[in-house]
């Protein structure tokens, strides 16, 4: 089985603080994700990554940054936490031509 | 904008009830379509897929789903449902152009089988 492992499960934060959520893949997959669940929103796409140093928006980028240095590691960058940050954040990859996401079990930040 | 409605925020029904979820989507092209659902506590999961063929796509766990392109509809199915299905279920599209898994999400519906 294809696992997505994000590193924390809860996390507390202060405003103001620089944030890193963390995101590993272990089967080879090209693209990755990051989405946040809110109550009422569904899912929104922060950033994605279809390649090693590559990056691209997703519909909801303002405040967040990424970083993908290896293939099996993807990055979610608060670089100053805010409260309407808090939230479920997912991580996802999928493999080029499947069209199906494999999900983490999901980081729930909460910003004080 | 392109969007996905999910037409019931919360559905609560008895074991054995037939259920209907309905989806519509705004895109006018070719789309990809899914259903994801996630378990309490559990993380997201694919349910089922359309990306061509025939309209009637069957899952896991006795889920089915009919595209209807004229509709711009991918309503999710089950003929009886246990209290095993109690989840919250998203439906989402991929409109052409978009890269693999760039998705759009429904709002999500949550339900709830009453034993």
């Known amino acids: 089985d294809v696992k997505v492992t994000q590193s924390s499960r809860y996390l507390v934060k202060r405003t103001g603080e620089k944030v890193f959520l963390e995101c590993v893949q272990d089967m080879d997959h090209e693209n990755m994700f990051w989405y946040r669940q809110d109550p009422g929103l569904g899912l929104r796409l922060i950033y994605f990554s279809y390649d090693v140093k590559m990056k691209e928006k997703g519909d909801i980028p303002e405040g967040y940054s990424v970083s993908r240095e290896k293939k099996e590691r993807f990055s979610l960058i608060l670089e100053s936490a805010s409260t309407n940050q808090t939230s479920m954040y997912l991580c996802a990859s999928i493999r080029e031509g499947t069209g199906t996401l494999t999900f983490g079990s999901g980081t729930r930040l909460t910003v004080v | 904008a392109q969007s996905v409605s999910q037409h019931n925020h919360h559905v609560i029904l008895s074991e054995a009830a037939s259920l209907e979820l309905g989806c519509n989507y705004s895109?006018?092209?070719?789309?990809?379509l899914f259903w994801y659902v996630q378990y309490p506590g559990q993380h997201l999961q694919l349910l089922l897929k359309?990306?061509?063929?025939?309209?009637l796509v069957k899952g896991i766990k006795g889920f089915e789903a009919e595209f209807i392109k004229s509709k711009f509809s991918f309503n999710l199915r089950k003929p009886s449902v246990q209290w095993s299905d109690t989840a919250e279920y998203f439906c989402a599209v991929s409109p052409f152009g978009r890269s693999q898994g760039n998705l759009i999400f429904g709002k999500g519906t949550k339900l709830s089988v009453k034993p």
């Open positions: 895109y006018g092209g070719t789309v990809n």
């Open positions: 359309y990306f061509s063929g025939d309209p």
